[in-house]
């Protein structure tokens, strides 16, 4: 099933779950992110994403976790990537958010956070968080902007965690 999501930049992404045949595209498009974005999103510098690490994004269980993919409706081309993946209890889910360097600016990030919101919301979740390297100034100022509050992140004082209580 495909969503639709509009940016505010005019962009209209088709949306869809990741599957296990994505795995080449999702290793393509990490590859087309630039250096800092990989290391942000896998808290880990790489120049290229490892299968263990994208084993997650294809291998969901549509409840506890999720994986979505954004494609241009334009062009058909990946363009972003937003992961959800809750505790056994469904009380807290992480998020994370990949957007193509070519498409940052232009609501692309938004349009996934809400989605993951929402979804957590579906399912239950009290509260979602992100864990973000302090370095990462524009995902910091984004979630801020959409109700999140930073919190220290024990024992890593280069890693902050952004949480947002749905109830």
């Given amino acids: 099933m495909t969503t639709k ?20 595209a999702l290793a393509a498009f990490f590859d087309s992110v ?30 506890q976790s999720e994986s979505f ?3 241009d409706q334009a062009n058909g081309e990946l363009v972003g990537s937003a992961l ?11 998020i994370a ?7 940052r600016s232009k609501g692309v990030g938004w349009a996934l956070l809400d989605l993951l919101g929402s979804e957590a919301q579906r399912r239950g979740v009290r509260r979602v968080i992100a864990i973000e390297s302090r370095d990462n100034h524009a995902a910091i100022e984004l979630e801020r902007e959409k109700g999140f509050t930073p919190e220290a992140f024990d024992g890593d ?6 949480s947002k209580t749905f109830r």
């Fill in 84 to 94: 959800l993946a809750c505790d056994k209890a469904l009380d807290t889910g992480e």
């Fill in 69 to 71: 993919l954004a494609f």
């Fill in 34 to 63: 630039s250096d800092e974005d990989r290391r942000f999103r896998f808290l880990a510098a790489a120049e290229h994403v490892s299968h263990e690490q994208l084993d997650p994004l294809i291998h969901s269980d549509h409840f």
């Fill in 97 to 103: 958010v990949s957007v193509r360097s070519d498409y």
């Fill in 157 to 162: 004082p280069t890693l902050v965690i952004l």
């Fill in 5 to 24: 999501l509009s940016t505010r930049a005019g962009i209209v992404l088709d949306v869809r779950t990741a599957s296990e045949s994505d795995e080449p």
